[in-house]
């Protein structure tokens, strides 16, 4: 056959890696908050990321190959992203690094999939972790998490390991859950003749300030901090919960359990 009539080379999508450790295995970064509702020491937020814990100085490599579309820099003094990028993928979406010691990379790079693209610091953050944000897309090419999803959507992790349990007392459900696996994007509450859903994703697109407000959908959101790799995450409804319906991500349900 010619050379010019040789089928093309078959491009096989990269699988993304875990920016701490560089790795494609499951779990391969621990996970100290979970995507959602979390409780800090002296308040309550909703979380638009993941937070990998790593001393100071440890590298931070991109998931996937794209291009450095934002670069921020950290005032010294404010709370916040502190030092940060985002990169764009060749697929569209797009992962953004938080709170970093140093910056390897300018805005334009084009970056391979495990380069080093800045350290783990905590600029911006009360301890040193790297704070991954992952967008379907970008709105100009800017972070905004109003639009940010879960970034265990493209991170490998043990998905058999997603065991969610509840329990039930007169006006609340408590959800054990798990710190590394917590894949939840939906949470239903129903009584004998009401019912209350919220959603994760329409939570966190409404904005930073109301995305904080622990009544969501007319239940009360409170967690407690995690211990043994799991945390507790109860639901308070105005009537008395018969029944919990725990939807993850990908549109599975990960509990079914009534009182």
């Not at 908050?33 to 490599?61: E, K």
């Not at 319906?245 to 349900?253: E, P, Q, W, Y």
């Amino acid at each position: 056959m010619p050379v010019d009539e040789q089928d093309p080379p078959v491009e096989v999508p990269e699988t993304p890696i875990w920016p701490v450790s560089g790795l494609k295995a499951t779990d391969a970064d621990s996970v100290h908050a979970p995507y959602g509702p979390r409780m800090l020491p002296a308040s309550y937020d909703f979380h638009a990321g993941i937070d990998l814990p790593a001393p100071r100085g440890t590298s931070v490599r991109a998931v996937l190959s794209g291009t450095v579309v934002q670069v921020g820099t950290w005032n010294g003094t404010s709370s916040g992203a502190g030092n940060s990028i985002t990169i764009r993928h060749e697929s569209g979406l797009a992962t953004s690094y938080l709170h970093l010691d140093e910056i390897r990379v300018m805005n334009g790079a084009q970056v391979r999939q495990g380069a080093v693209v800045g350290t783990v610091g905590s600029t911006g953050a009360t301890y040193p972790h790297l704070h991954l944000g992952y967008f379907p897309s970008l709105i100009n090419n800017a972070r905004d998490e109003r639009v940010s999803r879960n970034p265990l959507e493209i991170l490998p992790f043990d998905t058999s390991a997603q065991m969610v349990t509840a329990s039930f007392d007169s006006l609340s459900v408590m959800l054990d859950v798990p710190l590394q696996q917590m894949t939840i994007s939906a949470v239903e509450v129903r009584g004998e003749t009401e019912t209350r859903r919220v959603e994760y994703y329409a939570i966190v697109q409404q904005g930073s300030s109301a995305r904080d407000e622990q009544n969501q959908s007319g239940l009360h959101i409170d967690v407690s901090r995690p211990g043994d790799g799991r945390f507790t995450l109860q639901l308070t409804s105005p009537f008395r919960p018969e029944r919990v319906i725990v939807t993850a991500f990908d549109g599975s349900v990960i509990l079914d359990a009534a009182r």
